[in-house]
């Protein structure tokens, strides 16, 4: 277990130039004495700057209602996500599938949709992947579980591995008003799947990937640019269309 003040050290070693930061995260490694998800967020807060604007994965995937509603839906992307959706988040971007929260003084600045598609035109993760000033963080998970931007690129290069699907989901918006229009995933066909090693070592190889390890307890947290990774999967894709597939 470690201690706040060794959380609070290995954080700080993370320079963030960016002013908008995506985090997925799995916290189990961030337990310290007398733990909470409250006491954490400070000190997230704190070491990556008060004046940055934090977005969390509020992906809503395991929805057996059939039913979406921008307040209510809760996060399936872990506990410290649905800790922020439920007590920090200031807005919400709308879609039944991946929707994210968000909070901060440039939160208005971000295109909250909604978009007809996860990673479509006019979605968030459409304008995630086209600013220079978006780091995401991956705590404690791989480049597979905590890069979910990585599949904007899939989308705008309409690769022949995704189809798109119709989302047979009624969705909500802030003021309990149903949005009557039918949103859609590009999603990945069965007998294909992202190899999310190979691309975690080539970007680690070419620097667009910046891995942090705890020296107390092997904890780790990927920083990347969403940009500069976008612009590179682009490029690979353009040259060989099965280069995220095993």
């Known amino acids: 277990m470690l201690t706040k003040t060794q959380i609070k050290n290995n954080l700080k070693k993370i320079r963030i130039k960016e002013k908008f930061i995506i985090i997925h995260s799995d916290v189990t490694g961030l337990y310290f004495k007398n733990f909470s998800l ?6 997230i807060k704190s070491s990556f700057g008060k004046n940055k604007t934090y977005i969390f994965p509020a992906f809503t995937l395991k929805n057996k209602k059939k039913k979406w509603d921008y307040h209510k839906s809760k996060s399936d992307a872990g506990i410290f996500s649905e800790y922020f959706r439920n007590n920090i988040s200031q807005l919400r971007t709308i879609h039944p599938l991946h929707s994210v929260c968000i909070f901060g003084k440039n939160k208005n600045k971000i295109k909250i949709g909604p978009s007809l598609s996860s990673f ?21 998970l791989n480049l597979g579980g905590g890069a979910t931007f990585c599949h904007y690129s899939e ?12 989302l047979d989901i009624q969705v ?16 990945r066909k069965k007998k294909f799947s992202n190899n999310w090693k190979k691309l975690e070592r080539e970007l680690t190889k070419l620097s667009l990937i910046r891995k942090y390890v705890f020296p107390e ?6 920083k990347m640019n969403t940009n500069k990774v976008t612009k590179f999967l682009i490029k690979k894709i353009n040259n060989n269309s099965l280069y995220l597939i095993k």
């Open 38 to 43: 409250q006491e954490l967020w400070k000190i």
């Open 120 to 140: 479509g035109k006019g979605s968030f993760w459409d304008w995630a992947c086209n600013s220079k000033d978006v780091c995401n963080l991956s705590l404690g």
């Open 155 to 166: 989308e705008f290069m309409k690769v022949s591995y995704r189809k798109y699907i119709e």
């Open 172 to 187: 909500f918006k802030k003021k309990n008003k149903k949005i009557d229009r039918k949103f859609l995933y590009f999603a």
């Open 217 to 222: 307890n092997d904890y780790s947290i990927l």
